[in-house]
């Protein structure tokens, strides 16, 4: 069975960072693509950052210049850290997979973990 377990989610002051962390099993994660995604208030869900099995990545217009995605695929683990964080940052952060290269919207992806939550105060 694929599994993939976040963790890092908590409160925390505009402006201040946080990091996010996954760790996968079941399934070809040295080949995947990984994904950070997110479920913000009165929102569907977006897309932030992805990371090729070959390290290349994207980001997305709600992470882009602030957050960096990042992957270790001997420990099987992806990293998101956060910097200068926003209240609209506040929800929930998902890991996701899909094999191969990486899709370019949340759909796309077969499988997501449970999510962190993250929550940012003024």
């Known amino acids: 069975v694929i599994e993939l377990v976040e963790s890092g989610g908590g409160s925390v002051q505009a402006g201040g960072s946080l990091t996010l962390s996954c760790v996968g099993s079941?399934?070809?994660?040295?080949?995947?693509?990984m994904a950070w995604l997110r479920q913000t208030k009165g929102e569907g869900p977006e897309m932030v950052a992805t990371?090729?099995?070959?390290?290349?990545?994207r980001y997305y217009k709600s992470a882009r210049d602030r957050f960096t995605i990042s992957r270790d695929n001997a420990e099987k683990t992806v990293t998101l850290w956060m910097n200068s964080l926003k209240v609209e940052d506040s929800g929930t952060y998902y890991c996701?997979?899909?094999?191969?290269?990486?899709?370019?919207?949340?759909?796309?992806?077969?499988?997501w973990g449970q999510g962190t939550e993250v929550t940012v105060s003024s």
């Open positions: 996701a997979t899909d094999v191969a290269s990486c899709p370019r919207y949340t759909y796309e992806f077969e499988h």
């Open positions: 990371i090729e099995s070959d390290g290349g990545t």
């Open positions: 079941g399934f070809d994660y040295y080949r995947d693509c």
